[in-house]
């Protein structure tokens, strides 16, 4: 880090085995925190790089297996590495230390909504979060090789009926909220999306952030349940459909509602019996307000 700049030892090698690091980040990010926390494990090391607003960008070092990455989605491998080994925990504050090391790789640069739009077939763009934070996911979370974005695997016939697991219905809904985190690209997804969950907390109350049930975080939600309620797609839906409504204001409504329906229909070419099944297909219009496909 930079030697000039001005930082302070705020923690210094707290023990994993108590000190929940989530937890920790959630409460340092609610802080407006600018600096950086330093996790040490056995043959793994990351640094997250907090700038008080955006979610933080992790470096890992995963030397068991020789590699090196730089992006957001490494937090939810962080969390879970750190809960299931032992190690330490640092935290640094100061600007300087918020600043990525030079030796660390370039993360991917993030596409414009225009560029989006211009190209055929659009590309899926990586997924932009808000700063809101959750709660870590349960023992039935992706393991840290797992990828968010792997697609699921989906029978020929796009337009047959038949039933569909709980399991599948989360991933669906996870690539569902992440679609229309993408197309608010600019606003507060984060704020908004825990907004309307306390909004419709009482008609639907796995949606409760206050509840340490439903947790979404980088195109994958947790719900640590036996079985989904029979309200998930309602409720859902209503939360989203909110959702868009607070960020389609004013002159940019109609844009907003644009690059909502863009995504969901991105979304429906790519899999449209798994949204059929799910029951989200639907809801789909409503959701972005305007006719999708």
């Known amino acids: 880090m930079n030697s000039e700049s001005k930082s302070r030892v705020i923690h210094e090698n707290l ?49 068991t297996a020789g590699t090196e990455t730089l992006e957001q989605a490494a937090l939810h491998r962080l969390v879970l590495r ?13 600007a300087g230390e918020a600043v990525i090391e030079r030796n660390a790789p370039e993360p991917e640069p993030i596409p414009e909504i225009g560029a ?21 996911p349960e023992e039935s979370a992706p393991t840290p090789g797992d990828s968010v974005r792997e697609p699921l695997a989906a029978p020929a016939d796009d337009d047959s009926e038949g039933t569909i697991e709980d399991s599948e219905i989360l991933k669906a809904s996870g690539e569902l909220i992440g679609g229309i985190e993408r197309a608010l690209a600019g606003a507060d997804f984060g704020s908004l999306f825990r907004a309307v969950r306390l909004e419709l907390a009482d008609d639907y109350t796995f949606l409760d952030p206050l509840a340490n049930g ?10 640590p349940t036996e079985s989904l309620p029979n309200s998930y797609v ?25 690059r909502v329906a863009l995504e969901l229909a991105l979304l429906a070419r790519r899999r449209k019996q798994l949204w059929t099944r799910s029951g989200f297909y639907a809801q789909f219009d409503r959701i972005a307000g305007t006719k999708v496909i």
């Not at 750190?82 to 100061?94: H, L, Q």
């Open 15 to 63: 023990d994993t085995s108590f000190v929940n690091l989530w937890s920790l980040l959630r409460s340092l990010t609610q802080r407006g925190f600018i600096g950086r926390v330093h996790v040490e494990l056995e043959d793994y090391t990351a640094d997250v790089f907090m700038t008080g607003s955006n979610t933080p960008l992790v470096h890992e070092v995963d030397r």
């Open 82 to 94: 750190a809960r299931e080994s032992p190690g330490s925990i640092s935290v640094f504050e100061g």
């Open 116 to 136: 989006v739009e211009a190209a055929e077939p659009p590309p899926a763009l990586p997924i932009e979060t808000g700063h809101q934070m959750i709660d870590p």
């Open 214 to 223: 439903f947790e979404y975080a980088n195109a994958v939600v947790i719900l």
């Open 234 to 258: 309602a409720g859902l839906t209503e939360a989203l459909r909110r959702v868009v409504d607070k960020a389609a204001t004013g002159e940019r409504e109609r844009r907003v509602r644009e």
